[in-house]
């Protein structure tokens, strides 16, 4: 497919280099230098200032859309209009009444929506829906997930830490991640509770938050993000009647991704333990996007889609709301 990115910043760079056999046609970014170097990347891509020219181009058949978070649902929407496909970086907009607009383009368009859930397809994360989804683990009953990274010199001043821009903090940040990864395993969630708090940074969002989620049938998501972690860190533990899984890593500065099963014996005591590591390069990227474009070519739905980011953006919505 003929692709055109829109934000050539760390996320941008990121999907360019998993394309694939797929072709760069043009980058577009506010500076002209990035958008240069993220064309760089393709035969005989093209760079722009202009995101209108790059994801209106005549030859794009998809648009990724990695801008900052108040941008990616205009760029989305124009995207659409102009009879793309779009990959949008998570969270995909700012609150569910801005999303909501571009759920009802993309549904009366016809054209296909992902959003970058891309912890989705980390291969840990991959093996783990595999064995949940087995049923050995028996009736689920809870989840226990933390994720967090320990920021950066300046990390207050910059774009995320912007309320106008960014749309909230560390909730919306990593946060979303956790929680879109507690409804692919549990399913929908009807009581959330939540705290969010500046401790560290001086900015006027917040730099954790905490989550409390329960399903109709009681399985309840205690959930953590936190840019004051110091060591970046990722675990998620998923709590099964006849077993556990807990997934630890992913890969770089957060340590090894590994998987680990422990299965629970009919006279309990400790239990039988398995373990998957995956020492190599984080490569869900790669895996997202050539999911993505396989569901185009076949039709088919797409998990990670803008109904899920919606829904994840109603939990951080409820939070926000009850923690002024």
Same mark, same amino acid.
């Given at each position: 497919? *003929?692709?055109?990115?829109?934000?050539?910043?760390? %996320?941008?760079?990121?999907?360019?280099?998993?394309?694939?056999?797929?072709?760069?046609?043009? #980058?577009?970014?506010?500076?002209?230098?990035?958008? $240069?170097?993220?064309?760089?990347?393709?035969? $005989?891509?093209?760079? =722009?200032? +202009?995101?209108?020219?790059?994801?209106?181009?005549? /030859?794009?058949?998809?648009?990724?859309?990695?801008?900052?978070?108040?941008?990616?649902?205009?760029?989305?929407?124009?995207?659409?209009?102009?009879?793309?496909?779009?990959?949008?970086?998570?969270?995909?907009?700012?609150?569910?009444?801005?999303?909501?607009?571009?759920?009802?383009?993309?549904?009366?368009?016809?054209?296909?929506?992902?959003?970058?859930? *891309?912890?989705?397809?980390?291969?840990?994360?991959?093996?783990?829906?595999?064995?949940?989804?087995?049923?050995?683990? &028996?009736?689920?009953?809870?989840?226990?997930?933390?994720?967090?990274?320990?920021?950066?010199?300046?990390?207050?001043?910059?774009?995320?830490? /912007?309320?106008?821009?960014?749309?909230?903090?560390?909730?919306? +940040?990593? &946060?979303? !991640?956790?929680? /879109?990864?507690?409804?692919?395993?549990?399913? +929908? @969630?009807?009581?959330?509770?939540?705290?969010?708090?500046?401790?560290?940074?001086?900015?006027?969002?917040?730099?954790?938050? @905490?989550?409390?989620?329960? =399903?109709?049938?009681?399985?309840?998501?205690?959930?953590?993000?936190?840019?004051?972690?110091?060591? *970046?860190?990722?675990?998620?533990?998923?709590?099964?009647?006849?077993?556990?899984?807990?997934?630890?890593?992913? &890969?770089?500065?957060?340590?090894?991704?590994?998987? =680990?099963?422990?299965?629970?014996?009919? !006279?309990?005591?400790?239990?039988?333990?398995?373990?998957?590591?995956?020492?190599?390069?984080?490569?869900?990227?790669?895996?997202?996007?050539?999911?993505?474009? $396989?569901? %185009?070519? /076949?039709?088919?739905?797409?998990?990670? *889609?803008?109904? +899920?980011?919606? #829904?994840?953006?109603?939990?951080?919505?409820?939070?926000?709301?009850?923690?002024?």
């Amino acid at each position: 497919m *003929n692709i055109a990115i829109v934000g050539c910043g760390l %996320i941008g760079e990121k999907r360019a280099k998993a394309l694939g056999k797929h072709r760069l046609i043009v #980058a577009a970014d506010t500076s002209i230098e990035r958008a $240069q170097y993220i064309s760089s990347m393709g035969a $005989q891509a093209t760079a =722009t200032t +202009d995101w209108k020219e790059a994801a209106g181009h005549p /030859d794009v058949e998809l648009v990724i859309v990695a801008t900052t978070n108040n941008w990616l649902t205009p760029v989305s929407l124009f995207a659409i209009e102009q009879g793309k496909h779009v990959l949008v970086e998570k969270p995909a907009a700012r609150s569910p009444e801005e999303i909501e607009p571009l759920v009802i383009k993309a549904h009366s368009s016809g054209k296909k929506v992902k959003v970058g859930f *891309n912890l989705r397809f980390h291969p840990a994360m991959m093996k783990a829906k595999e064995i949940i989804d087995s049923g050995v683990l &028996g009736e689920l009953m809870f989840i226990r997930g933390r994720y967090g990274h320990g920021g950066r010199i300046g990390y207050d001043r910059e774009w995320r830490a /912007d309320p106008v821009i960014a749309g909230g903090g560390e909730l919306l +940040d990593q &946060g979303v !991640h956790l929680i /879109d990864l507690s409804r692919w395993i549990l399913g +929908d @969630f009807d009581a959330i509770e939540g705290f969010v708090n500046t401790y560290f940074w001086d900015m006027p969002v917040e730099d954790n938050g @905490f989550i409390s989620m329960r =399903t109709k049938k009681g399985q309840m998501a205690w959930l953590h993000a936190s840019c004051s972690e110091w060591k *970046n860190m990722f675990c998620l533990e998923i709590y099964g009647k006849d077993g556990k899984l807990q997934i630890d890593g992913l &890969g770089g500065s957060y340590g090894t991704e590994r998987l =680990t099963y422990y299965k629970m014996l009919p !006279h309990l005591g400790p239990p039988e333990t398995t373990m998957w590591e995956y020492p190599f390069p984080d490569n869900s990227w790669k895996r997202e996007f050539d999911y993505f474009v $396989q569901a %185009i070519a /076949d039709g088919h739905e797409i998990e990670g *889609n803008l109904y +899920d980011a919606k #829904a994840v953006l109603v939990v951080v919505s409820k939070i926000y709301g009850g923690s002024k």
